[in-house]
């Protein structure tokens, strides 16, 4: 069967509107979590599909055991200790074939305030589309072999799930060994690739591989690449082994040699290139031919890695893979099996009940107390069951609080990117005019060339640890003295790409501000005048993103204030820190809302613009 790709969600994200200050700021604190932390979908060729079910139960028996646990596997609810119940289910179709099996573990942690965990394996199989393939291709000619797709549809899915303790975060998890042991006794293909456990290795000799497996059209799921050092580097070695371990079943890692980068550089071009010792996430759909798309796919690099201060990478650089998997839903076999729940349990009940209301006149005692037995020992499964049932109710209650919580959160940003969309289209028409009207004059001033030559200038960073290496070259008129760590750490998020063009935005029209006051004309105003004025030739930023002053509350609050000094030049100030309340909102919603700190000294002792902040939104009465 040929693997169906698995279907991701569209990750090109776009600018929020600017909204009040007081009022745009979700904070982290707030947030509920989605209980899913882990997610695999393994499609399962044909060849491996007679004995899918028993090898589930095989890998599912073998990591019981890696655990510490063991069971009989067959249905119906199993104590394996205190803490550890395990479920599993069953249910078959109308020819008495198995169609789907679930096994769920659930785990108590509450004795180590780590709260619940609960792994569920969930397989199922539709014998139907194979057969209806078959006679497709009976239709068209061709044999009926009964393997790959002729034999049907069919998947395995883990989810991993953690409820955490009251007054606990959730914690990045490795995912479930269970995933590692299915990987070894199934041959699971995203596009061209066969998942693994372990790296693929790439030399000189198999750039060619990794190029098609980068650019498949049916893969659906990140590949990783991770280009070896110029040199040897254990730390990096070290790094590579534990991120093989957090992107088991969700992504596929190649391992590039020294000596293969240039081939790989050659074949990819300049926007989804990769340097010796650079890690990149390559995300579904690449297009290799379009410079835009080049900043979808997550780019570190080497010195990045290598920084002291930037810990956890494994973490870090496995959330993109994490997000795709746990936000993509699982296919609709999956979703939709059919196992058998309370209506069964109901079920048990009545018949219980039918069993011993029946009347009896033989008077046998014994036999009156054999059927009262089998009655309570069915009322007793079936109290088990209900009992295990309320659990799951509780559990799944909730992570529908949580998701409802993200769901609104998700639309607020939704219809504030609308909002934002509509007020960047409506700038880009008034451009557009300008630009068309501006070319026509100089058509008709005899200088056609200069109309229609566009103006060279370099694309923007499409990440923070980018934008630090190009800023200090780039903007001669500001004195850069924020925390680099602290704004690449913004790399991190989805969105990191599109704020690290935003800073940079914002960067020109500080540097261009900071340019026009040192002219002899100057410039009487503050930044925010300036980007209201919008002088002829300047870089400005949207003014309802520039905020020159914090709320009195801010202002008099030690503990604020006391958050947003940041460094200076001791010729500026002798304690080499200063209040920069003056800042510029790079985004308006979502936990982070970063924003870009500075201080006015173009009429001190610097004659520049100095910028001590780039990071997340810092704490207010807001975000307690």
């Given amino acids: 069967m040929t693997p169906t790709p698995l279907a991701m969600p569209s990750r090109r994200p776009a600018a929020p509107t600017p909204a009040r200050e007081r009022a745009d700021y979700t904070p982290e ?34 990591w019981l055991e890696s655990k510490s646990l063991t069971a009989q596997l067959c249905s119906g609810i199993h104590r394996l ?16 074939q ?7 573990l659930r785990e108590d942690k509450e004795d180590r305030q780590e709260g619940t965990w609960q792994t569920t ?33 069919a998947y395995i899915g883990v989810d991993l799930e953690h409820y955490p303790s009251p007054g606990r975060r959730q914690t990045t998890p490795f995912p479930p060994g269970l995933v590692r042991e299915l990987l070894e006794h199934f041959t699971v293909m995203d596009g061209t690739t066969r998942l693994s456990a372990a790296p693929h290795r790439i030399d000189t000799g198999s750039v060619g591989r990794l190029h098609a497996a980068l650019t498949a059209p049916e893969r659906g799921l990140p590949l990783v690449v991770a280009a070896e050092p110029p040199h040897d580097d254990p ?48 995300l579904p759909d690449v297009d290799l031919a379009s410079a835009e798309d080049g900043r979808r796919h997550r780019l570190l690099t080497h010195r990045r890695l290598r920084d002291p201060d930037f810990r956890d990478a494994d973490v870090r650089i496995s959330r993109y893979p994490r997000l795709y998997a746990v936000t993509t839903p699982q296919p609709a076999l999956l979703d939709g099996a059919a196992f058998p729940g309370i209506e069964e ?107 229609y030559t566009p ?20 903007m ?71 905020a020159m002053v914090e709320s009195d509350t801010v202002r008099n609050d030690k503990k604020y204030r006391r958050q947003r000094e940041f460094a200076v030049p001791p010729h500026v100030d002798v304690s080499e820190k200063l209040f920069m309340e003056a800042h510029i909102k790079i985004d308006n919603k979502g936990r982070t809302a970063p924003r870009v700190h500075f201080y006015d000294d173009t009429a001190g002792s610097t004659g520049k613009v100095i910028v001590g902040y780039i990071g997340p939104h810092l704490p207010n009465t807001q975000t307690n």
């Fill in 121 to 153: 394996l969930t397989s199922a199989v539709d014998r139907a589309a194979g057969e209806a393939y078959a006679g497709t291709e009976r239709a068209a000619g061709k044999a009926y072999t009964g393997t790959d797709r002729a034999a049907g549809e």
């Fill in 345 to 451: 349990v109901l079920e048990d009940l009545r018949a219980a009940r039918t069993h011993t209301s029946q009347p009896r006149d033989d008077g046998d005692t014994d036999t009156l107390r054999a059927q009262l037995d089998t009655a309570n020992r069915t009322i007793d499964k079936a109290l088990e069951k209900l009992g295990e049932v309320a659990g799951a109710r509780d559990l799944a209650e909730r992570g529908r609080r949580a998701l409802d919580q993200q769901l609104q959160e998700a639309i607020d940003r939704y219809q504030d990117e609308i909002a934002d969309h509509d007020t960047t289209q409506a700038e880009l028409s008034r451009l557009r005019q300008q630009v068309a009207v501006l070319q026509q004059r100089l058509v008709a001033a005899g200088r056609a060339e200069d109309a």
């Fill in 29 to 62: 604190e707030s947030r509920a979590e989605n209980p899913l932390v882990y997610r695999a979908v393994l499609p399962v060729l044909g060849a491996d599909q007679e004995q899918m079910f028993a090898r589930a139960r095989t890998c599912f028996t073998s």
């Fill in 476 to 546: 001669p008129h500001l004195v850069l003295t924020y925390d680099t760590s602290k704004a690449e750490d913004l790399d991190d998020d989805i969105k990191g790409s599109t704020w690290a063009s935003k800073v940079w935005d914002a960067l020109l029209a500080l540097d261009s501000y900071s340019a026009l006051r040192a002219t002899e004309d100057g410039f009487d105003g503050t930044f925010r005048d300036f980007c209201a004025a919008g002088p002829q030739g300047r870089r400005t930023y949207p003014l309802t993103r520039v």
């Fill in 81 to 96: 200790t205190d803490t550890a119940t395990l479920t599993m289910t069953d249910s078959y179709d109308g020819d008495g």
């Fill in 235 to 282: 730390q990096w070695e070290r790094l590579l082994t534990k991120l093989i371990r957090r992107l088991t079943g969700i992504s596929s890692v190649y391992r590039l040699d020294r000596d293969a980068v240039p081939l790989f550089r050659e074949a990819t071009g300049d926007r989804h290139d990769v340097f010796p010792g650079q890690i990149r996430t390559y």
């Fill in 455 to 474: 103006p060279a200038e370099e694309a923007a960073p499409v990440s923070f640890s980018g934008l630090n290496d190009r800023a200090r070259g780039r």
């Fill in 98 to 104: 198995q169609a789907a099996l679930r096994l769920r």
